[in-house]
């Protein structure tokens, strides 16, 4: 059976504040099941100082200066391969959840006639990760009156 992959990646939350780390109280059960039966990393590397920079470098396995994305509103060079990409090759499913910086060059897009909403905009919208949207049943217009 083939392994499912899970990466988590917080801004500042360090290791040592999760008890599969060795915190003395704070608990983290959901976090430690899961490195009991996966890969825990004990040394890692941070390639730039800003959240979306760094983790450009994470999903390409390249320097800022290859990459482009040097500030956190820089999107990824169109063609640039990340790791969903190539995941994706392989046919595993690939999703970005929560804050991720990936963003596609609009300008890019537009100059090759790209609508960003066709499968292929939005994957590389996303940073060649899947398009994915969770809801979690609770909208505004459900719990605000209309009048406000």
Known sequence: MRKNILFIMCDQLRADY????????????????????????????????????????????????????????????????????YLQKINYRTVLVGKSEARANQDALARLQIDQRSNL?????????????????IYPDEIVPDDL
């Open 18 to 85: 999760l008890s599969c780390y060795g915190h003395p109280f704070l608990e983290t059960p959901n976090i430690d099941r899961l490195a009991e039966r996966g890969v825990r990393f004990s040394n890692a590397c941070c390639q730039a100082p800003l959240c979306g920079p760094s983790r450009a470098s994470f999903y390409t396995g390249r320097y800022l200066s290859s990459h482009g994305a040097m500030a956190n509103a820089d999107p990824l060079k169109l063609g640039e391969l990340s790791l969903g990409d």
């Open 121 to 137: 905009g939005q994957r590389l919208a996303q940073g060649g990760f899947e398009h994915y949207e969770h809801f979690a049943g």
